[in-house]
């Protein structure tokens, strides 16, 4: 089936580290979409890619669109306490109608 | 303008019992997608509405319904709840497309006793 694989599921980092949660497709995605959700919270949309190759900035995020549009990655630069979350992945692969979810990265912080 | 709107925000019933879970789309989106999220399987899409019509379905059980009204408000229904229906089920809504920014809202978690 169409699947988003997602890595690493967990990520414990020291406060002002870099972090890295990357996303890969088995198939084509039309685009690419990032959601943060904060323990306890519902996700919120950080940002979509669209195009082959795409890079964007939000701050110290940065987002990827891979040449064959099946993967992605999200770093963060120099993490801080409000980074603490999981974040997801969500991409529509080609040919289908409906949103498919990486697993998540959880994300936490030592301060 | 408000955000997606969910009720009821916590639910308990038993084995065997069926639930219905309300959504209200911020105003102006027309499109309404369910999700179930559970530790173990993620968020897993159930279905979206349209203009009162479903468009798409995920892989869930017919145990598993939806509809949408004329004002994009939405329900969902699961039948003859099983204790693996236990889960957060999150309601986003867009303006047209699945494509286009989910807003989620705050979801409806149910524990099957």
């Known amino acids: 089936g169409q699947q988003v694989m997602q890595i690493p599921q967990y990520q414990h980092v020291q406060e002002g580290e870099d972090f890295t949660t990357y996303c890969n497709s088995s198939?084509?995605?039309?685009?690419i979409q990032w959601y943060k959700q904060r323990p306890g919270g519902h996700p919120v949309f950080l940002i979509q890619?669209?195009?082959?190759?795409e890079v964007k900035k939000q701050k110290r995020l940065t987002f990827q669109f891979g040449e064959a549009k099946k993967n992605s990655s999200l770093h963060i630069t120099a993490t801080q306490t409000t980074d603490v979350g999981t974040y997801f992945c969500?991409?529509?692969?080609?040919?289908?109608?409906?949103?498919?979810f990486g697993q998540g990265t959880r994300l936490t912080i030592n301060p | 303008k408000a955000g997606v709107t969910q009720t009821p925000r916590y639910l308990i019933k038993t084995r065997g019992q069926q639930v219905t879970l309300s959504c209200s789309p911020i105003?102006?989106?027309?499109?309404v997608s369910w999700y179930q999220q559970t530790p173990g399987q993620g968020l897993q899409f159930l279905f979206e509405?349209?203009?009162?019509?479903?468009?798409n379905k995920g892989n869930f059980p017919g145990r598993f319904s939806g509809r949408q009204f004329s004002n994009s408000r939405s329900e969902m229904n699961v039948s003859t709840l099983e204790l693996g229906d236990s889960a957060l089920y999150l309601c986003?809504?867009?303006?047209?497309?699945?494509?286009?920014?989910?807003?989620f809202g705050p979801g409806t978690r149910l524990l099957v006793l």
């Open positions: 890619l669209v195009k082959s190759g």
């Open positions: 105003s102006g989106h027309r499109s």
């Open positions: 986003a809504s867009s303006l047209a497309r699945i494509e286009e920014t989910q807003y």
């Open positions: 509405y349209f203009s009162e019509t479903q468009r």
């Open positions: 969500a991409g529509i692969p080609q040919g289908a109608q409906k949103l498919v």
């Open positions: 198939t084509t995605l039309s685009n």
